[in-house]
């Protein structure tokens, strides 16, 4: 004699990843509102030390000088020019900004004085060099 039983149903036994994304969102806004995120130029660049550095407030215009001797603005390496017309326009956008050079201690003088000059020339008012305090 042979019995016809229903078939058993067999249970999903997946995940539901329906809390598992919850928690991955929930971790990803605790970090992005923790975290603080600073503008850097792009390149590792080795500042110099003084005694009389200080610490800047406002959000600035980065330029790098790197030890070979290249430019750096907006996290991208630029010629003078280029460098002229970017100034120009973020002038022409914000005239009260403040450029802020970080050169690497390493670098030469005259591509400092150089980027120096541009800055005066496209109407930056204040023009500061970075260091590191000891």
């Not at 030890?67 to 973020?90: C, F, P, S, W, Y």
Request: glycine share 4%; hydrophobic share 45%; aromatic share 4%.
């Amino acid at each position: 004699m042979e019995f016809d039983l229903p078939p058993r149903r067999r249970r999903d036994t997946g995940i539901d990843m329906g809390p598992l994304m919850d928690i991955v969102f929930i971790l990803l806004i605790f970090f992005v509102v923790t975290s603080s995120f600073t503008r850097e130029t792009g390149v590792d660049v080795t500042k110099p030390q003084a005694q009389t550095a200080n610490q800047l407030e406002k959000e600035n215009i980065l330029i790098a000088i790197t030890r070979e001797g290249t430019i750096h603005m907006n996290e991208r390496q630029v010629d003078l020019a280029t460098l002229k017309d970017l100034l120009t326009q973020t002038m022409a956008k914000t005239p009260d900004k403040e450029a802020v050079i970080i050169a690497d201690k390493s670098s030469m003088t005259g591509a400092l004085v150089q980027v120096i000059d541009i800055c005066n020339l496209t109407g930056v008012k204040k023009v500061s060099i970075a260091a590191q305090a000891e």
